[in-house]
């Protein structure tokens, strides 16, 4: 069944610019691997060396975090939609000013 992975900005450059991929998948782990098996370096971006998923790769299907389900075995069906979406470090504190 293809799902569509919609990739990020800062790692369109490892796919050849596209905006998503489509690939066959059950799992949300099979969309991935099937993901970077096209792209090979995108695997280090979203993985680590021991093949766990990247504690700032945050990955939904539709608005869902996959964390909040069943993680990467999160079941997937014909023409959902996975986000990766890389977490963002940085900036500065707000400070609110109330009268």
């Not at 900005?9 to 991935?32: D, S």
């Amino acid at each position: 069944m293809p799902v569509r992975v919609i990739i990020p900005t800062p790692l369109r450059q490892y796919t050849g610019k596209k905006e998503y991929v489509e690939v066959e998948a059950k799992t949300v782990a099979e969309a991935l691997a099937g993901l970077t098996t096209q792209y090979s370096d995108l695997r280090r971006h979203l993985y680590t060396d021991d093949g766990k998923l990247r504690s700032f790769v945050n990955i939904y299907l539709g608005e869902e975090d996959i964390r909040f389900l069943q993680k990467e075995q999160t079941p997937l069906h014909d023409q959902d939609v996975l986000s990766i979406v890389p977490s963002i470090a940085g900036g500065t504190a707000l400070r609110c000013i109330c009268s």
